[in-house]
């Protein structure tokens, strides 16, 4: 019973800052990888960005500067820390696990809203 749990959303202004949690039980947390997506309303769900076992990193172009992906394998727990935040990054952002035998789990979401 792998359970994914996002934290941390909630209403910001523009050019402010928030950082999401993501804590993962029920499994292995080191051989995970790990990616924060999100899904505005009319919109398909991208990729934001993605960490790996060995902490290697990628982002969409959208973000790269102004958001940081992390983990912490001691407490089961994968960061997203967003900085100089804009309307358009306004989403229900949701955390991913992805086993290397090609299992997903995914969290519930976190609701960020970016408005003055």
């Known amino acids: 019973q792998v359970q994914v749990v996002e934290s941390g959303g909630g209403l910001v202004q523009p050019g402010g800052s928030l950082r999401l949690s993501c804590v993962v039980s029920g499994t292995i947390f080191s051989i995970l990888t790990m990616g924060w997506y999100r899904q505005a309303p009319g919109k398909q769900r991208e990729l934001v960005a993605v960490?790996?076992?060995?902490?290697?990193?990628n982002y969409v172009d959208s973000v790269k500067g102004r958001f940081t992906i992390s983990r912490d394998n001691a407490k089961n727990t994968v960061y997203l820390q967003m900085n100089s935040l804009k309307p358009e990054d306004t989403s229900v952002y949701y955390c991913n696990a992805r086993h290397p035998r090609g299992m997903e789990y995914w969290g519930k979401g976190t609701l960020v809203t970016v408005s003055s």
């Open positions: 960490i790996t076992s060995v902490r290697n990193t």
